[in-house]
């Protein structure tokens, strides 16, 4: 049984060739940035002239990063 578990922590990790703490520093990391770009638009929907690109610039680079991974 507990290895059953360990399988559901570990398998989706292992199928982009990381550990289970590599694969959640990638996720933490990630999320960081969406936030950020989120946060970004955000202001930039109240402040039109404030952060112009700052989301597509973040949302590209995260898009390049996860499409990077495994090269």
Request: net charge positive; aromatic share 16%; charged share 15%.
């Amino acid at each position: 049984m507990s290895q059953k578990i360990a399988k559901l922590f570990t398998s989706h990790p292992e199928s982009v060739d990381e550990t289970f703490l590599e694969h959640m520093w990638f996720a933490l990391t990630f999320s960081f940035w969406l936030f950020a770009a989120a946060g970004a638009a955000l202001v930039h929907a109240i402040l039109p002239f404030m952060f112009e690109k700052t989301g597509s610039q973040i949302i590209t680079k995260l898009y390049n990063r996860i499409h990077s991974r495994g090269t």
